[in-house]
């Protein structure tokens, strides 16, 4: 089923993936009445096997221009997101997780973010990390300079040592994605990875340091479901890497073992409880590196960034749901 809410052309599309996201729909859409502004349209595309996320969602219609799309058979979230962006009626998108927030300011520093340049195929922003009770818990940020072009290779010699964009903190264009051809439906993990190095490819790109978007850590999120089989986890983020490294016609040597450390470290990570002795391993390929490789892989994965919130999280027991 379909919702319409204002018919008026929009200047911003969001776009809800979600899946039984009745635990924090509630928030995520205060959140946006908040910041509501005239021109923002919210796409929810849901897959839920009851009406429970649909029914809260549709208490927002007075409130906000949603559109609520029953869509069962899109059952992964880089499916339902790439239908969102093909129905976007704005020329600019970002997706938001169901239980993510905006956060004051989001709706005007993305319009002056999109001011200052349309035709840029991304503008990329830092988030901060937020526990289940909505409490900062740390930023996540670009290894990026602010508030100028970026050239491609700039960009992309960074991103290939990590995912350091939290999925929905960029603005996008929608024609830009749809060249890039979406995201890729055969990567659970590392679809947004992908999906940003495709963007940052195609032209200058900018990043922005506004801080508007909470990105929330908790137990059920995928990136702590979806990393339990290291061997799976480690072939979608190689996938990634050899894809993007293939289409350089350049020595990224050093880049590469960078990546292919934080790789490791990634996988060590994840699978720490089970095993503490990938983190001696990863270590170990992390010194291998080199002064200058360590600080390179230091400041481009965000590592103690991405790690430290999560441990506090987890020392202050609000990691579970």
């Known amino acids: 089923m379909s919702i319409a809410g204002s018919s008026a052309a929009p200047w911003l599309t969001v776009v809800m993936p979600s899946h039984c ?9 205060q ?4 910041e509501a502004a005239q021109g923002i349209e919210v796409l929810l595309i849901d897959s839920s096997p009851t009406s429970a996320t649909r029914d809260i969602a549709q208490a927002y219609s007075k409130s906000l221009a949603i559109r609520i799309f029953e869509r069962r058979d899109l059952l992964s979230w880089q499916a339902k997101t790439n239908f969102g962006v093909e129905m976007a009626k704005s020329d600019h998108v970002s997706w938001l997780g169901v239980d993510d927030l905006w956060l004051p300011g989001r709706a005007a ?6 001011n200052s340049d349309p035709m840029a195929p991304v503008h990329f922003a830092p988030s901060a990390i937020i526990d289940i009770d909505n409490r900062k818990l740390g930023l996540w940020r670009c290894p990026l300079p602010a508030e100028r072009a970026l050239l491609p290779t700039f960009v992309t ?3 290939l040592i990590q995912n350091f964009v939290a999925a929905p903190a960029p603005v996008f264009r929608k024609a830009a994605w749809l060249t890039c051809g979406g995201l890729d439906e055969n990567l659970w993990y590392t679809a947004d990875w992908d999906m940003w190095l495709k963007l940052a490819a195609c032209a200058p790109t900018y990043y922005h340091t506004d801080i508007t978007i909470g990105f929330r850590v908790h137990a059920r999120s995928l990136t702590m479901t979806g990393t339990i089989n290291s061997l799976d986890f480690t072939r979608q983020m190689t996938t990634v890497l050899d894809r993007h490294l293939s289409k350089e016609g350049r020595d990224l040597s050093r880049v590469e073992r960078a990546g292919r450390a934080s790789i490791r470290v990634n996988v060590a990570l994840a699978s720490a409880s089970a095993d503490v002795r990938g983190l001696f391993h990863a270590a170990i390929q992390v010194a291998l590196l080199g002064p200058i490789g360590i600080w390179k892989y230091f400041r481009d994965s965000r590592i103690v960034e991405r790690v430290v919130a999560r441990i506090r999280a987890k020392i202050a027991g609000r990691f579970t749901v």
């Open 31 to 34: 959140s946006l009445v908040r």
């Open 21 to 29: 996201g009745e635990r924090w729909i509630d928030y995520t859409l």
């Open 157 to 159: 010699e960074r991103l």
């Open 109 to 114: 520093s993305a319009r002056g973010w999109i």
